[in-house]
Each structure stands twice: as structure tokens, then as C-alpha cells.
């Protein structure tokens, strides 16, 4: 069967696969990794795929459909995102309309959350796969290829995983599907952006530039309440590749792309799992697979002996969410860290020559202009290589969602009002005394505390004149980030 395989158009680089998706200040663009696995899925199941990223490549819509027509599919697979869903149901209309006869189906956090919500935007949708959608999207092109089509919706029934309009109009959501435990079954990611993405356009602010992004697991343990992926995709139990699939796809990343610089681990949470952590880089040193530096998500918690190894299998950095310098809103967001290992956690990294890209939260349950200031406090203090501050997002299927909406604190539910109308950061969430406003602009206000301080530019001047291969990505984050630390805000700069 031909499959199109779309990351729509939206705003230009848009990172609908981010956590949190929008066009990032710091210039940072996403891989649609989680549908480029799902491409090498069915691609492994015998069928033909057209994969378009379309934010990546700058196509419009009608660019698109024009491809979509002569590659001729008979199934369309849509990714989304909150803030672009009203464009991305409308990119699936257009495509109907285009192609007759076209089966389309939307994936992605949103409308795991809200499946039947999503389907009774426009008729034209056919069907939404929720949750982990390899193995569904791969099950439902078997029913399509096999059942005629006024035959279908018994067939699509048996389709776990899977909300659909029958033939009549009517919506059906089937049973959840079971996570796959197998991960190996599914081919390397960095194989299906060799065949079908440019490398250029993808950049993590913080990571060496070309970089590829690979997950060696899915899934968290951890129950943070803001975390969308967990709770909507992937699930909170983590589940792995073997040791020996993970090392082969570095040596296979390693042989097929000479450009690359660096290797960004997307699980969730690498170090969740220490032991296992231990055995990888342990197997990675043993291949010698530790010739491309690469970097991982980590949590505030991991020993400097663990640490140490990993620095020897190559790692070069750790993306770390600290959210607040708060305990208590630390303890309300089921973060089940504490302040006083994360000062020690920071200050192991150091020593041993790990860099830390810092992830600050504000808006939290607990939230006050004070706590905002211990916040701001904390990342002045922990000085780590590069920060982000953002405002609470709380996104449908989230516990955070559900909080805030109880309370009557989200201020819209006018999906296309999450973002500036640049495609930047916002939030919705108010509560009496801190409105979305003045989240939004505290952000602005303490990008500039962090990275205006005569000595933190200092030190990425060094940085770059005596370690060239961080030149590049400071450079390049650097020229898109400048322009908006300058920004006027909201609420008055005195205020914040």
C-alpha cells in the first residue's frame, strides 16, 4: 500500500514533536521522531511511504497535496500537536479532497487525549490512532488493504488503539492497545531519516550541529503532572532495546553519517533505569561506539560514578528539567527530586566535564512571585551551560490539565490562542494572582538575568575561541536568540 507519511505544514520551524510545541526562541527544531518510527514500522511491514516534513522543508499545503497526488495514497497518516490542530485537521480535509477515496488517520498527544473531540471537528476525518500508534497504524493498513470499503467498520473494530467515523457517521473509539514490548522489532530511526529527511534543517540549541536523535527506550516511571508524553503516547513503564540494538544503531549512525556531530538520547529519562544505564555505556565503550559525542535526558539525581562512565562511552551533556528552585512546588508537580541533590548533581557534572542544558518551569501549582524569584535564584546559582525558562503548559490528557481546568485557571480552550500569533511560547494558565501575562514575561525577564551577566558571556566567548566544535551551535543559537532577549514585555520590565 502507499502510505503518506506528514508532519504538516503550520508556522515555519515549527517543533510540533516537541514537549512543548512551538517555534523556539533559540532557534531548536525537532525531528518528527516518534512518526519516523512509525515509518520504519510499516515500511517493515511491506509498504511504500512518502514522508514529508513539511516545517522542515518549508512546503505549504498545496506543495504538499501536490507531492500527495502523484505518489497516489491510499492511506494518510496526519501528526499533530495542540497548539496546530484546527491547521492539522484542515491539512487532512484538503488532502481528502484532493485524493479520492484517501483514508486519513491523526496521531500525536493531542488526539490521544482527546480522540472523539478530534473527529467531531470535521467530517472529513476518518480516523484517529491514540496512544503508541506503530502497531495500530500498521494493523489498520491491513484492514484497508483487505476489506472492501462498505465492509470496513466491523473490520475496524477489531483495531485496538483506534477511534473512527463508520460509514454512516457515527465515532467509535475501540479498546486502548497494549505498549509494544519488543523495541527492537522496530527498525533504527536514524535509518528512516537516511532515506527520507535532510539532516540540516534539524538543531537542538544546546547539541553539536548536524545531530541525529534516537530514543534506546520508550516510556517513563516517573510521574510528573506537566509531562504530556508519558501520559497521553508512551505510558510510565520504561521499556528498552536490548544493549545490542542500541549499540548497533550508534555504529550504524557512526558509518552512515560522516556529517554528524552529535547524538541526542530522547528517552524520557535515560538514567531512570541506573543499572541498565551502567550496562549501556559499558556496552558502547566495549564497541567502540563512543566516537560521536552525544547527549541525554537525565534527571537531578545521578552519582558522579555513574557519571564518569558515561562521560567515558562519549556522553557530552545532560538536558535536565529543574523546574523550580521551589521545594514545595517541586513536591506538588511529583517531581521526587529535592534542591539539595540537585546542587550536588550539578556540581558532580562539573567536575567530571559534563555540560548542562537547564530546564526552568513557571506557572507551577504553588506558584507565587516569590517562588518565581527562588527560581530564578536557583539557575543563577547553578550556572549551567545554557538555560531555557518557560511558561506552564498544561495539555490536554495531562493531570496538570485537569487541575488547572477544575479550577477554572485555564483561560482558553481556543486551541490556536496557546501560542503567540509568531508561533512563540505562551500559556493559558492563570490563577488569581499570576496571570499568563506576566508568566510569559517573567521568562522574557529572566533569559536576561541568565544570559546577559557580563561573566556568562565571558565564558561562552572562551567557549567558542578554545573548543571549535562548540563554536558552531553557540553561533547558531546565539544569532536567533539575541533578537528576542531584547524584547519588550508585557507587564513592564519593572514590574517583573
Not at 506537566?226 to 501520559?231: E, K, T
Not at 538575568?449 to 565564558?459: D, G, Q, S, T, V
Request: proline share 5%; with cysteine.
Amino acid at each position: 500500500m502507499n502510505i503518506l507519511a506528514l508532519n504538516p505544514p503550520f508556522l515555519p520551524k515549527f517543533s510540533r514533536a516537541s514537549r512543548s510545541p512551538a517555534v523556539a526562541k533559540s532557534g531548536t527544531f525537532y525531528y518528527p521522531l516518534w512518526l519516523a518510527m512509525a515509518v520504519g514500522y510499516l515500511e517493515k511491514q511491506g509498504h511504500t511511504l512518502l514522508f514529508i516534513d513539511a516545517p522542515a522543508e518549508e512546503m505549504s499545503l498545496q506543495d504538499v497535496i501536490d507531492k500527495a497526488v502523484t505518489f497516489g495514497p491510499a492511506l494518510a497518516v496526519l501528526d499533530t500537536s495542540t497548539p496546530s490542530i484546527y491547521s492539522d485537521v484542515n491539512a487532512a480535509a484538503e488532502l481528502k479532497k484532493a485524493i479520492p477515496g484517501l483514508f486519513t488517520v491523526l496521531v500525536g498527544v493531542h488526539v490521544s487525549a482527546l480522540a472523539i473531540q478530534t473527529l467531531e471537528l470535521a467530517g472529513a476525518l476518518d480516523a484517529v490512532a491514540f496512544g503508541e500508534y506503530d502497531e495500530t497504524l500498521a494493523q489498520l493498513a491491513a484492514v484497508l488493504e483487505k476489506t472492501a470499503r462498505q465492509n470496513r467498520d466491523e473490520a475496524l473494530t477489531g483495531v485496538a488503539g483506534l477511534a473512527f467515523r463508520t460509514a454512516e457517521g457515527t465515532i467509535r473509539k475501540n479498546g486502548a492497545r497494549a505498549y509494544i514490548e519488543d523495541l527492537d522489532a522496530i527498525p533504527f530511526v536514524s535509518s528512516v531519516y537516511k532515506k527520507h529527511l535532510p539532516l540540516r534543517p534539524y538543531f537542538y540549541s544546546h547539541s553539536r550541529h548536524p545531530l541525529v536523535v534516537i530514543v534506546t527506550g520508550r516510556g517513563c516511571p516517573f510521574q510528573c503532572t506537566y509531562c504530556v508524553i508519558p501520559q497521553t503516547l508512551m505510558g510510565h513503564r520504561y521499556r528498552k532495546r536490548s544493549l545490542k540494538n542500541v549499540v548497533d544503531e550508534f555504529l550504524y549512525i557512526k558509518a552512515n553519517f560522516p556529517q554528524v556531530k552529535e547524538i541526542m538520547v530522547e528517552d524520557d529519562t535515560l538514567t531512570a533505569d541506573k543499572v541498565r544505564c551502567r550496562e549501556l555505556m559499558q556496552a558502547l565503550i566495549a564497541a567502540g561506539a563512543t566516537t560521536i559525542p552525544w547527549s541525554a535526558n537525565a534527571r537531578a539525581d545521578v552519582d558522579e560514578q555513574t557519571m564518569r562512565l558515561m562521560k567515558k562511552a562519549g556522553c557530552r551533556l545532560f538536558c535536565v528539567g529543574f523546574e523550580s528552585g521551589d521545594q514545595q512546588i517541586l513536591d506538588n508537580i511529583k517531581k521526587s527530586t529535592n534542591l539539595a541533590t540537585i546542587r550536588d548533581f550539578v556540581r558532580d557534572a562539573k567536575r567530571v566535564g559534563i555540560l548542562i542544558h537547564g530546564c526552568f518551569m513557571v506557572g507551577n501549582r504553588g506558584e507565587t512571585k516569590a517562588t518565581l524569584q527562588k527560581t530564578l535564584d536557583l539557575a543563577l546559582k547553578l550556572n549551567p551551560d545554557t538555560a531555557q525558562f518557560y511558561p506552564i503548559m498544561a495539555y490536554p490528557g495531562t493531570a496538570d490539565f485537569d487541575y488547572y481546568g477544575n479550577k477554572g485557571w485555564i483561560v482558553t480552550k481556543d486551541f490556536r490562542r496557546w501560542l503567540t500569533p509568531e508561533g512563540l511560547h505562551s500559556s493559558v494558565v492563570s490563577n488569581p494572582d499570576l496571570p499568563y501575562e506576566y508568566l510569559v514575561d517573567f521568562c522574557d525577564h529572566a533569559r536576561r538575568a541568565f544570559y546577559l551577566r557580563p561573566a556568562y558571556i565571558a565564558r561562552k566567548l572562551f567557549q567558542a575561541a578554545h573548543r571549535p566544535t562548540e563554536a558552531r551551535r553557540i553561533i547558531m543559537a546565539g544569532l536567533t536568540f539575541m533578537r528576542y532577549l531584547f524584547a519588550p514585555s508585557r507587564t513592564g520590565k519593572k514590574d517583573l
